[in-house]
């Protein structure tokens, strides 16, 4: 049975955040990166079309080289990281409710968004199922890489019940399971909120939230990140009776399991 989680102080908390922002450097940097690529081939063009602005172009696309060295760094930078152990992600689900529940969160409407285990939340409040499958296999990740995957899909996909709550009565609901399957451990993360078109699902963790009203692109995006890093696949499907399920399966850290 997974324990619960320690509960954090303040400065642990800031801490947390500040890793937070680290991880959503990384699609920000690559976006950017693409950027820098876009406007090194116009650049390219440009002086190909007009021999004579050569000279004159000569101070941008040094400037341009340097920003994309330094890019370059930074993702260097991103990938040295320590070695890493398995690590329980019953536990990281956990971890990642009890920091969603402590304070309020920020709702896509501007107004404080209360998350809370479905047993203790009130009629303002998102309710969180947790289903917990016993004697889960570890997950070869970081505890805080899991539990700040957890995190933000869970944040999400609150706020996505939020936005569904605004234009339609029912309950504000989110069903988090975790599984063992075939060497694999699967995270799912069911919401109540919007459905999302069946052509948009493939642009679910892309930076820019045009797929659905009210999440953070940016922490999608990053939940893309994470799962490739840790070797794994994330998808995005409707939900029965409106919604989004959000499956993110994770490789079974089958040396520490024996």
């Not at 451990?185 to 459905?195: A, C, M």
């Amino acid at each position: 049975m997974t324990e619960s989680p320690p509960i954090l102080s303040t400065r642990a908390q800031r801490e947390i955040r500040l890793a937070d922002l680290g991880e959503l450097a990384g699609p920000l940097v690559h976006e950017f990166n693409n950027l820098l690529n876009t406007w090194t081939l116009h650049l390219a063009l440009l002086e190909q079309q007009t021999p004579g602005a050569a000279a004159d172009l000569q101070g941008l696309r040094q400037q341009m080289r340097r920003m994309t060295a330094q890019v370059g760094r930074f993702q260097r930078y991103r990938q040295g990281d320590p070695p890493v152990e398995g690590a329980d992600l019953g536990w990281a689900v956990s971890r990642a409710l009890q920091c969603l529940a402590r304070a309020a969160q920020d709702g896509p409407d501007g107004l404080p968004l209360e998350i809370q285990p479905a047993d203790e939340a009130g009629p303002n409040a998102v309710r969180v199922s947790l289903d917990l499958a016993d004697d889960l296999p570890p997950v070869r990740s970081h505890e805080a890489d899991l539990e700040r995957l957890c995190r933000f899909l869970l944040r999400n996909a609150a706020r996505a019940a939020r936005v569904a709550r605004s234009s339609r009565m029912g309950n504000m609901e989110v069903t988090v399971r975790v599984f063992a399957d075939k060497g694999e451990v699967v995270l799912t993360v069911e919401d109540s909120g919007p459905d999302v078109a069946t052509a948009l699902l493939p642009h679910v963790f892309e930076p820019d939230p045009k797929s659905r009203e009210g999440v953070c692109g940016l922490e999608l995006a990053a939940c893309r990140s994470i799962v490739r890093r840790l070797n794994g696949r994330i998808s995005a499907r409707g939900r029965p009776g409106g919604g989004l399920t959000v499956e993110a399966v994770l490789p079974a850290d089958e040396g520490a399991a024996s």
